[in-house]
C-alpha cells in the first residue's frame, strides 16, 4: 500500500475508535470534511467499518452469506464438497488468504474450526469488525466462533503451525471476470490494498509444509494450475474451479 490510509469517524461519538484504528493500520486520523472524494479511506459509524473510495463503499457483513449458510445450500456449495475430509469429528482448516471471510464462514458453518489469515491489517480491520458484529447475532454467533483471525504473513504461519491441519484452502486473487456490479466494486476496492499473490511457489511451499490432509486451491475455471502443479482432482462451477491436492501421507 502505498501513502497511510485516512481513518475517519463519521460522529464524534466514534473517534477514540477511530484514533485507535489509525494506530492499528499505520493510517492517518482526520476530519470527515478532509477527505477528497476519490481518497481511499476507513469509516467508523452506527453500522461499523466501512472502506470507501472514488464513490464505492465497502463494509463486511456475513448477514449477507446467511442464505448460502442454509444446510440444504451449504450441501451444495463447492468450496465445501471440496474440503470435505472423512472420518474426522472436529475438522481444522487454515485459511492462508482470508480476504474479507466469506469462504471461511462456510467452512466454519460446515463445521471446520477456521484459522484465518490475512496479512493486510486494513483488510484485517474491516474482517474483525465483521466477526465482532456477526458474534452478537443470535444466527451468526455459533459459526463464527469456529473462526480465528490472525493477522500476519500465512507463509510463515504455516510453516510454524503446531498442529497439522485437515485442509489448508488458498485463494490468491485473481482479476475477476463477473457481470455483477457488486463484485466488481469488491475487487476494485480491495486491490487498492492487496494484490493478486506474486510468489505462487512460495505460497504452495508453505501449504505443503503444513502437513495437511488436503490442500484446496480457488482458481478461475479455465485458469492455469497454482504453481504449474498439478491437482489430485478438481471441481468445476460456471465461474470458479477447485483444485484439491490431497498429498502422500507418511
Do not use: N, W
Not at 120 to 136: F, G, N, S, T, Y
Amino acid at each position: 500500500m502505498g501513502e497511510p490510509i485516512a481513518v475517519f469517524a463519521a460522529t464524534p461519538a466514534y473517534c477514540e475508535q477511530a484514533r485507535a484504528l489509525a494506530e492499528r493500520v499505520a493510517g492517518v486520523l482526520v476530519e470527515p470534511g478532509d477527505i477528497p472524494a476519490e481518497a481511499l479511506a476507513l469509516r467508523i459509524d452506527d453500522s461499523g467499518l466501512c472502506l470507501k473510495a472514488d464513490g464505492m463503499e465497502l463494509r463486511a457483513d456475513f448477514s449477507t452469506m446467511l442464505p448460502r449458510l442454509q444446510q440444504g445450500a451449504l450441501s451444495r456449495e463447492l468450496l465445501v464438497r471440496a474440503a470435505r475430509v472423512r472420518g474426522v469429528d472436529h475438522p481444522r482448516a487454515v485459511d492462508a488468504t482470508a480476504g474479507l471471510g466469506e469462504d471461511s464462514i462456510m467452512l466454519a458453518a460446515a463445521g471446520f474450526e477456521v484459522a484465518m489469515f490475512e496479512r493486510d491489517p486494513v483488510i484485517a480491520a474491516l474482517l474483525d469488525d465483521a466477526l465482532r458484529r456477526a458474534a452478537e447475532d443470535f444466527r451468526l454467533s455459533g459459526i463464527v466462533g469456529r473462526m480465528h483471525l490472525v493477522e500476519g504473513d500465512s507463509v510463515a504461519a504455516l510453516r510454524a503451525l503446531d498442529y497439522a491441519p485437515d485442509v489448508v484452502y488458498l485463494d490468491p486473487m485473481f482479476p475477476g471476470r463477473t457481470k455483477s456490479a457488486a463484485v466488481k466494486k469488491k475487487f476494485q476496492l480491495l486491490h487498492h490494498l492487496e494484490r493478486p499473490c506474486a510468489d505462487e511457489e512460495e505460497l504452495l511451499e508453505a501449504a505443503l509444509a503444513a502437513c495437511p490432509r488436503k490442500i484446496v486451491i480457488k482458481r478461475p475455471v479455465k485458469g492455469p494450475h497454482l504453481a504449474g502443479v498439478k491437482p489430485s482432482h478438481s471441481l468445476s462451477g460456471k465461474a470458479v474451479r477447485y483444485d484439491c491436492i490431497v498429498p502422500p501421507r507418511s
